[in-house]
């Protein structure tokens, strides 16, 4: 199927009749936006799509990489005391920042939002685009904005032409993510009720889930850097070849996975 048409069929399944919500972006934050963008292009095979000019006026500065029909996206601050900065030094480096989703009906999540009390910190539209970036303390785990997209297989926040950077010999989608948070209960139930979502709890490893189209949100328990972004599967054709790559750059390896911008990517074979 090309890249093109992935994003578009999952809206259009024959006998949907309901809302759909998938991982559509994934937010890092750095320091040094360009450093993480090398080690995240060298190791992964990938090449920066876009970037957004007009986040400059928040004070950030961003790069948005393809991976299939979804997207890893750095940003870094470039002015003081910015929300990007501060959740820098809440969390003492470079990490996970935001799990971005795609909806087919915007208003119903709107609706939901403003039912639960949860602020919207940002929120922007554009001809065929509208989203609501919503507050983290309020969602739990980490900033979650949800976005709706038409047609659904264009995306607005990567630019009119991000398809030309697409290339996945050696990433070729995202798997899943890990979210760390205090009470992972309580945080997984507010997420499903969000999204309208079932929460579902691992048989063997008791995390509890929720799991939007082709994608699945895992909730551990907070480690010593707080609540946030942890951790992302990353599918690939050679795990072996993508942990050389980042040996090769001298990035931390554990296991099948490497460390890039402060978030763990666990290799899984594609």
């Given at each position: 199927?090309?890249?093109?048409?992935?994003?578009?069929?999952?809206?259009?399944?024959?006998?949907?009749?309901?809302?759909?919500?998938?991982?559509?972006?994934?937010?890092?934050?750095?320091?040094?936006?360009?450093?993480?963008?090398?080690?995240?292009?060298?190791?992964?095979?990938?090449?920066?799509?876009?970037?957004?000019?007009?986040?400059?006026?928040?004070?950030?500065?961003?790069?948005?990489?393809?991976?299939?029909?979804?997207?890893?996206?750095?940003?870094?601050?470039?002015?003081?005391?910015?929300?990007?900065?501060?959740?820098?030094?809440?969390?003492?480096?470079?990490?996970?920042?935001?799990?971005?989703?795609?909806?087919?009906?915007?208003?119903?999540?709107?609706?939901?939002?403003?039912?639960?009390?949860?602020?919207?910190?940002?929120?922007?539209?554009?001809?065929?685009?509208?989203?609501?970036?919503?507050?983290?303390?309020?969602?739990?785990?980490?900033?979650?904005?949800?976005?709706?997209?038409?047609?659904?297989?264009?995306?607005?926040?990567?630019?009119?032409?991000?398809?030309?950077?697409v290339d996945t010999s050696v990433a070729m989608r995202l798997g899943q993510a890990d979210v760390g948070c205090v009470d992972p209960e309580a945080v997984s139930a507010r997420w499903g009720r969000l999204m309208d979502l079932p929460v579902t709890i691992g048989r063997n490893c008791g995390m509890h889930k929720v799991r939007?189209?082709?994608?699945?949100?895992?909730?551990?328990?907070?480690?010593?850097?707080?609540?946030?972004?942890?951790?992302?599967?990353?599918?690939?054709?050679?795990?072996?070849?993508?942990?050389?790559?980042?040996?090769?750059?001298?990035?931390?390896?554990?296991?099948?996975?490497?460390?890039?911008?402060?978030?763990?990517?666990?290799?899984?074979?594609?």
């Open positions: 199927m090309s890249v093109g048409r992935q994003a578009s069929q999952w809206a259009r399944e024959p006998g949907h009749t309901g809302r759909v919500i998938r991982l559509r972006q994934i937010c890092l934050v750095a320091r040094d936006r360009d450093a993480v963008v090398d080690d995240l292009c060298a190791v992964f095979g990938l090449r920066v799509g876009y970037n957004d000019p007009h986040i400059h006026r928040l004070g950030l500065h961003n790069a948005v990489i393809p991976v299939g029909d979804q997207f890893l996206e750095v940003v870094a601050p470039i002015t003081d005391n910015t929300t990007a900065e501060r959740y820098l030094a809440k969390r003492d480096g470079d990490g996970g920042y935001m799990l971005i989703f795609q909806t087919d009906d915007f208003g119903a999540h709107r609706a939901r939002v403003d039912e639960m009390g949860i602020r919207i910190v940002a929120d922007y539209g554009a001809p065929g685009f509208i989203d609501m970036q919503l507050h983290p303390a309020d969602t739990g785990g980490t900033f979650v904005e949800i976005d709706e997209q038409t047609p659904p297989g264009d995306w607005h926040p990567a630019g009119p032409t991000w398809r030309a950077a939007p189209v082709d994608f699945c949100v895992r909730f551990v328990p907070a480690g010593p850097r707080g609540e946030g972004l942890d951790a992302v599967d990353i599918v690939v054709r050679d795990s072996a070849e993508v942990l050389r790559r980042a040996r090769e750059r001298g990035l931390p390896i554990d296991d099948q996975a490497v460390t890039i911008g402060g978030v763990r990517f666990n290799t899984v074979a594609g």
